[in-house]
């Protein structure tokens, strides 16, 4: 039998009496661990949440991985590839890709009766991926984009809908410079979306790969470039590495050298800024750990101070010094595990509750959504559980040596 152990459930479940001073450091102890495992665990959940949430929208305008023409770095001009169909084939089957398509950009002008806004249109044609623009889709529908013909349909953020008191169904004229030459258009609004990243809201329409390609001069076989979603993003830079041997530095059937580029590599400005919120988890982390840390140590003196004439008991008994340190460790553990448990459940229900009613709300112009998210991650939640327990464990070994300095004969005599 684990004598420690046996010990210590006693003393645990023994209520004894409620004027213990004991009793209240016991709650005070398990409060402090609740808490500091409840604020860690929405700590975590927000970050992760809104890391993910952040990066989906970024992947959803600029996918995982692009090939373009290795010329675009040398300048403000656009330059083509032949996105043809053995091209895409031959990036289709390259390890981890596990959808490619193409897209072609061109800058223009949008004008009312009276207001006119500087935008880019991004040309998508049939295979393209629009499940991210369905689901931020606002008003109206997404258009059946085409690289063939033009119906002239666009698809604008709620931001340019705004500002040019714009709807669904409404007619607007986009003006494209081209040296001298101005060519105009007239475009149907067919839906409008919002993501709240205005860095993306603010410019960017969507149209026909068709209409994008004439506007720029281009072939049918012609793109800007060639977006892929990887099937697996963990492992994005293994896919990257397949490109960088086998796409990069190659050449199109019309001799254009062909360059690839991560979605890191694009906007490192994002994910350098979503990088620094690890350090202030990390931060919260380890204050919410030393508040739980401390007041474990108080309470565990406290109740060593309480249970003095009892530790004398044991060590006139025969008990040795380690048996009665492990006694109370063992009694931190259930006071600890007690903390924990509520911690969790108060911790748990906070993520759920906003995770599905979205109480808490946020200025989307400032934070890039409009409530605060959350992310549950299971095995998360369990590893900080295990870490706060070994780490409040181990703090509390140095005090437990109090025991070491009490005499049995002495303290018979404490009061």
Known sequence: ????????????????????????????????VA???????????????????IRDKVVGFGSHIQVHNIMNYNGSDPHPICANDSLMKAIANLDGVAHAERFSMTQGILKTDEDF?????????????????SQHLTEGSIPLFSDSTSKYKLLISKMIADKMRLKAGDKIFGYFIDGEDVRTRRFTISGI?????????ETLCFTDLYTANKLNGWSKDQATGIEVITSDFER???????????VNRTSDEQGNSLTSETIYE???QVFSWLELLDINVWIILALMVCV??????????????????MIGILKALGARNNTVRHTFLWFAVFIISQGLFWG???????????????????????????EAPMELNLPLVVAINIATLLICVFVLIAPSYLISHIHPAKSMRYE
């Open 1 to 32: 039998m684990n004598l420690p152990l046996y010990i210590a459930k006693r003393i645990y479940s023994d209520q004894g009496d409620k004027r213990k001073v004991s009793r209240p450091a016991i709650r005070i102890a398990t409060i402090g």
């Open 35 to 53: 808490i500091g495992l409840a604020v860690m665990i929405v700590t975590v959940s927000v970050v992760l949440g809104f890391k993910h949430t």
């Open 193 to 201: 979306y919002q993501t709240n990243m205005t860095r993306f809201d």
């Open 292 to 309: 739980a840390g401390f007041t474990m140590i108080s309470g565990l003196l406290i109740i060593i101070l309480e249970r003095t004439q």
């Open 236 to 246: 994005l830079n293994e896919t990257a590495d397949q490109f960088i041997d086998h």
């Open 117 to 133: 806004l500087g935008v880019a249109f991004k040309g998508i044609a049939a295979e393209y991926d629009t499940t991210f623009l």
């Open 266 to 268: 694009l906007y490192p």
């Open 344 to 370: 969790n459940i108060v911790g748990i229900s906070i993520v759920l509750l906003q995770k599905y009613t979205h109480l808490i709300t946020l200025d989307p112009q400032t934070y890039y959504v409009s």
